[in-house]
């Protein structure tokens, strides 16, 4: 929906759209709004936001917490349990340390859960921790090693945690906050290659499984996670429920205008 990290967060949690000006930088994101951690909140959910970098960085936090998240676990949370060996030197704590962390604390939270993450090594300057430089494979530009470092630190995550009760129990979803700045293919720098990202849900359970094939966004997660959970009350989204195959098939972007996606065309 956005080309910015500050414009996913809405987008994901809370079905929101990018518009003219991001979400969270408007005074109506100070209003009542009810985003999917909320909802989840109400209905009994432990909820919790991850990000390795510093505590308030591009006011992640501050927008999670008002989206109902309980907790915010930072750079400093990591720090306090690891010590100060695993910062980047950039943005903040290597991808695979903090996704141990994320699984450590994990085990504290009550059943059920709405855990969140927002990862940080897939991004410039494209730097990777030494010991894992050799181990993965090159690419064809900075961005690529990068990609496979957060693959191989999810990996390594769920090798972690697949044998822990919560983990089979688990909807895990990810998808990205924005294209890449770096470009390798020329079908990514025109419309609509310059808002394709990569998006996927997995359920060790085999909840649900398929692929859906025409257009979508991220503003249709909240609503398809809420029709898989089962949630029969009254919500606000902007995104539909990718399971209800009568909803209408269309994605909205803003780009110098607003763009509408369909499965032929572009308006």
């Known amino acids: 929906n956005g080309k910015r990290s500050i414009q996913a967060l809405p987008s994901i949690w809370g079905s929101i759209p990018s518009l003219v000006e991001p979400f969270v930088l408007m005074p109506q994101s100070l209003g009542e709004s009810r985003p999917l951690p909320m909802l989840l909140k109400e209905e009994g959910y432990s909820t919790a936001f991850f990000c390795g970098s510093e505590r308030g960085s ?37 991808d695979d340390k903090f996704l141990s962390f994320m699984g450590e604390q994990i085990d504290t939270l009550s059943e059920p859960f709405l855990a969140s993450i927002f990862t940080i090594s897939s991004h410039h300057p494209f730097v990777l921790p030494e010991q894992w430089k050799e181990r993965l494979p090159k690419g064809k530009n900075q961005i690529q090693p990068c990609a496979a470092y957060l693959d191989a630190s999810i990996e390594q995550f769920f090798a972690q945690n697949r044998d822990k009760e919560w983990f089979s129990r688990t909807l895990f979803v990810f998808v990205s906050d924005h294209v890449s700045c770096e470009h390798y293919a020329h079908k990514t720098t025109v419309s609509p290659g310059d808002f394709h990202i990569v998006g996927f849900m997995y359920s060790p359970s085999g909840v649900i499984s398929g692929e859906v094939t025409e257009p979508v966004s991220q503003i249709d997660i909240m609503p398809t996670l809420l029709g898989i959970l089962g949630y029969d009350k009254p919500y606000f989204a902007y995104g539909r429920n990718l399971l209800d195959t009568e909803s209408e098939q269309c994605v909205v972007v803003y780009d110098n205008g607003y763009k509408a996606i369909t499965n032929d065309h572009i308006f």
Do not use: P
Not at 63 to 84: P, Q, T, V, W
């Open 58 to 94: 591009m006011g992640f936090d501050a927008y999670a917490i008002s989206a109902g998240f309980d907790r915010c676990l930072s750079k400093e949370d990591y720090e306090k349990a690891h010590g100060y060996n695993d910062f980047d030197g950039y943005w903040g704590i290597w």
